[in-house]
């Protein structure tokens, strides 16, 4: 449950919107669907080896962002996180509600340095 004394993060929840260009291509952008304050947990760092493009460690950050929410609003993994602070983007894996839908718990993982770190 959300202690509302540690909801100190703020992030935007965007939701994708496919457009067509010009030539009726679609191409994906991305509104806001809500701001949350929550609190975050779970959060660790973690440096991958990836071989797509020589090698090098990819450093990517796992955490649940838990928030209060109207039991009619609905969070899913097709949406995206923004932290507000940061500006970094989260993708959204999993999440999951408590009984009464009051409380989200929202499973994010996102890239913080595509450079890699040797």
């Excluded at 996180?81 to 970094?88: F, H, K, L, R, W």
Aim: some cysteine; aromatic content about 8%.
């Amino acid at each position: 449950m959300l202690n509302i004394g540690r909801a100190c993060g703020s992030f935007r929840i965007d939701q994708p919107q496919v457009l067509l260009d010009s030539l009726n291509a679609p191409y994906t952008t991305w509104t806001e669907y809500a701001t949350v304050y929550c609190e975050v947990e779970n959060a660790e760092t973690r440096a991958d080896e990836s071989m797509s493009s020589g090698p090098r460690k990819e450093l990517t950050k796992n955490m649940t962002l838990i928030t209060r929410c109207h039991p009619s609003q609905s969070f899913s993994p097709s949406m995206r996180a923004v932290d507000a602070t940061t500006g970094d983007i989260y993708a959204i894996n999993a999440v999951r509600y408590d009984t009464r839908r009051t409380t989200a718990y929202i499973d994010c993982q996102g890239g913080i340095s595509s450079g890699g770190v040797s």
